[in-house]
């Protein structure tokens, strides 16, 4: 069953941008491999008011928890 959700996961597209009503904040690591920074700036299309944020550290940077990563979360 989980297989066939990723795979539909895969294929679904939303037909148009769903916008958000209030901002959202955008979580970059400077040294990801799999997402580039090009593509994270598709988010601008969320809502009105987008800030991206670049922490140091690779794409699975998160799963130690890195204190800079831990302050950030802390003020949103």
Request: proline residues 9%; contains cysteine; charged residues 25%.
């Amino acid at each position: 069953m989980l297989h066939e959700d990723l795979d539909v996961n895969r294929v679904y597209r939303h037909p148009e941008p769903v916008r958000l009503p209030g901002p959202v904040t955008v979580l970059e690591w400077t040294d990801d491999t799999e997402i580039s920074l090009e593509q994270m700036a598709g988010r601008r299309h969320c809502s009105e008011a987008v800030e991206y944020t670049a922490l140091p550290g690779g794409h699975f940077e998160f799963l130690s928890a890195p204190p800079l990563l831990l302050k950030t979360l802390s003020f949103r």
